[in-house]
């Protein structure tokens, strides 16, 4: 098969080990106004565009309360602009160390361009956040072709209307030839509704939620066990491919590739 595009989300999948940026800024944000929240908490959303995952923590009586009480105000529409205002700093002031590629991925780019495939991003963080994150990228040799988020589709994952613009935008004819590789559920149901390849990678993924230290100091034996998890989590949501990392990805393509030519 002849791949006409690849497609990647951010954070887990091709930057941020662990997909954790999100989950810091929202914790370390929320910290601030007096309102603890935990990790299955605020994954719980983070498909969601981040308004909406505002709006989402603040169903709930103690979250709502505790933000209410540090703006003092309680309309719901004012405290999300404000909470989301604060994100925003927390979330750039990270930035420069959430934004080193994963393993694996500077190999799969080199792949691609070396092929004349293009690829690009999709992404159901903040919008406003990718004009910072292009550079950094991009001096490590990631320089996608598109970039699509919520503001440009106006729906989140598992929505496939990212991942189609996406495509439209990279030229693709069938969505059949294009690999969407994500490291959430959400991401793979998005792939699978868009009608392309759904891949998963492991290693370093939101829905594995390791920082990379924490991933290293495991036994052999536990990676292996959450390896085995991940990906009956990834096979249940209909992946069509599962990998352990960029590399592994590579590597599949170069073999399909050799076979095709013989």
Known sequence: MAIEAVIFDWEGTTIDYGGRATLLAFQRTFTSFGVKLSEGVVRRDMALGDLAHIHRLLQDAAVRDGAAAYFGMTSIDDLAVRILAAIKRTRLAILPTSAQLKPGVRELIAYLEAN???????????????????????????????????????????????????????????????????????????????????????????????????????????????????????????????????????????????????
């Open 116 to 262: 004349h495939i293009p690829y690009g991003t999709t992404s159901s963080g903040d919008p406003e956040l990718i004009p910072d994150l292009l550079p950094l990228v991009a001096a490590q040799g990631f320089r996608p072709h598109v970039n699509i988020t919520t503001k440009d589709a106006e729906a989140g994952r598992p929505d496939p209307a990212m991942n189609r613009l996406a495509m439209a935008q990279l030229g693709v004819q069938h969505p059949a030839r294009t690999i969407i590789l994500g490291d959430t559920l959400d991401d793979i149901r998005a792939a699978q509704a868009a009608r392309a390849n759904a891949v998963g990678v492991i290693e370093g993924a939101s829905l594995l939620g390791l920082a990379k230290d924490q991933w290293l100091a495991l036994t052999n034996q536990d990676r292996q066990q959450l390896r085995w998890k991940i990906r009956r989590e990834y096979a249940a949501a209909g992946a069509d491919l599962i990998v352990n990392n960029a590399r592994d990805l590579v590597r599949l393509m170069q073999s399909e590739a050799t076979m095709a030519a013989n």
